[in-house]
């Protein structure tokens, strides 16, 4: 890549990151932060940033060119993957969803630049600011570019310096956004630094965490208790772990026409970013009782994703990552061939799809790369017992259901621990709004003051 040297990750790769680059990094951007950012007015950020997303959506923008020419080598995503998720990420950063986002998490958009009054704005005596860390450090997780590329756009609405910690090898995507921001506006793209090494480096870390105000990481429960105790007690840790999702069919919308878009929605959460994300389905549960048995619909499943792999080609995969799905189907068809209870649909002469279906309704850890399960249940609650063993780590219920049974279903969900539901078809798509796990995105990166006037 032809690019400036503006960031870490932009070093050679011969180059060795040292303690005091971190060290000066840091430094650099809290200076930077309070020439360029800390006094800006929050819409001229709203602004920026939709602008730049705009520009990621033309076909001739140079760093979209670039994720699509060099992407495939650099993320494992195929090209058509790169290009439909990216268009799905960045169509959500309109000027409009930015303030409905500031307005959800903070009660007002200009909650960061003054002191807004409670309620009824004549009479009140109490009025509220907030204000975002001086320093943010993402640890950023190799799988899929999304969360990162959210967190960075979390931290110029909280105006904060931002220093993004990738996996090694993983900051492709981050690093061309990054440039993309300061192609738009350099000062503001000097408050962002993005760099990447092994997770473990204890002279890295410390440099890097000993001046954080804020810690947000994604990866796995793990991950996150390791750098948990590397923290200082002042430092605010914001922990995303692991989470599992699945999907849910009611038998009462498998019918003619419905029952084809169910199934394309069921095969596009699938192929979303290979099925790499804690969105992503490992189980897809059909209630019998329409024109498809569940079973029939496992088979129109594999023909679906059959499609799609001509449209939507998985890419290549690490030998182990292929091995692995081998060695999972291989249980399958010895299964299969003893028992009418699972059945086995996979691509030919590879790996690049497979489908399972299995009268056993116990919740499955899918091994991903487009790999599914199907599975039959009488209804939500046999659903929900089944995948009791994960219960408290599922993220996202992509649900197919009449609008008369959607919310008695969504209820339920939201009682049973679910942190979101949404059609099948939209599992890998939140809008800006969502409440990550449950929380609010913005709001839990602010800290409040409030002013009694009288």
């Not at 890549?1 to 060795?16: C, G, I, K, S, V």
């Not at 940033?49 to 760093?63: I, K």
């Not at 494992?76 to 990216?86: I, K, N, P, S, W």
């Amino acid at each position: 890549m032809n690019l400036p040297n503006y960031f870490l990750a932009d070093l050679p790769l011969e180059a060795t990151l040292t303690p005091a680059m971190v060290t000066e990094a840091c430094q650099t951007l809290k200076r930077n932060r309070q020439r360029y950012l800390a006094e800006r007015p929050t819409e001229n950020i709203v602004k920026l940033v939709s602008g730049v997303a705009e520009s990621w959506l033309q076909p001739e923008n140079q760093f979209r060119q670039l994720a699509l020419a060099l992407g495939p080598a650099q993320t494992g995503f195929g090209r058509a993957t790169l290009a439909h998720g990216l268009d799905l990420f960045f169509s959500q950063l309109t000027r409009d969803h930015l303030r409905a986002l500031l307005a959800q998490d903070l009660g007002d958009t200009a909650r960061l630049d003054e002191f807004i009054s409670e309620a009824d704005h004549r009479r009140s005596t109490r009025a509220a600011i907030a204000t975002g860390p001086e320093f943010l450090v993402h640890i950023a997780a190799g799988n899929l570019p999304n969360p990162a590329l959210t967190s960075m756009i979390l931290g110029l609405l909280a105006r904060s310096a931002q220093f993004v910690k990738c996996a090694s090898g993983a900051s492709f995507l981050p690093r061309l956004f990054a440039h993309s921001i300061y192609e738009a506006d350099a000062k503001l793209g000097a408050c962002l630094e993005v760099a990447g090494w092994c997770g473990g480096n204890a002279p890295l870390e410390t440099a890097l965490f000993d001046h954080a105000d804020c810690v947000t990481a994604t990866g796995s429960d793990e991950t996150l208790a390791a750098i948990r105790a590397k923290l200082p007690t002042r430092t605010r840790f914001l922990a995303y772990g692991h989470r599992v999702s699945f999907g849910y069919v009611a038998g009462k919308v498998l019918f003619g026409l419905s029952a084809r878009q169910i199934i394309a929605g069921a095969a596009a959460d699938v192929v979303a970013w290979n099925q790499l994300g804690c969105l992503s389905p490992h189980v897809i549960y059909v209630q019998p009782g329409g024109d498809i048995s569940p079973e029939n619909f496992a088979g129109l499943l594999a023909d679906e994703l059959e499609r799609r792999e001509a449209s939507e080609p998985r890419g290549e995969l690490p030998a182990e990552t292929a091995a692995t799905i081998a060695s999972r189907r291989a249980v399958y068809e010895v299964r299969a061939a003893h028992s009418p209870e699972t059945r086995q649909w996979r691509s030919m002469n590879s790996t690049a799809w497979t489908v399972v279906y299995e009268a056993d309704a116990r919740f499955q850890t899918s091994c991903l790369n487009r790999f599914i399960y199907v599975k039959p249940v009488s209804d939500l609650t046999e659903a929900l017992q089944s995948a009791d063993a994960v219960r408290g780590q599922v993220s996202t219920v992509g649900l197919a259901a009449s609008p008369r049974e959607a919310q008695t279903l969504a209820t339920q969900l939201a009682r049973w621990g679910v942190t979101r539901v949404c059609p099948l078809g939209q599992m890998q798509s939140p809008p800006l709004t969502w409440r990550h796990d449950g929380r609010p995105s913005l709001g839990d990166l602010v800290t409040w003051m409030d002013w009694e006037m009288v």
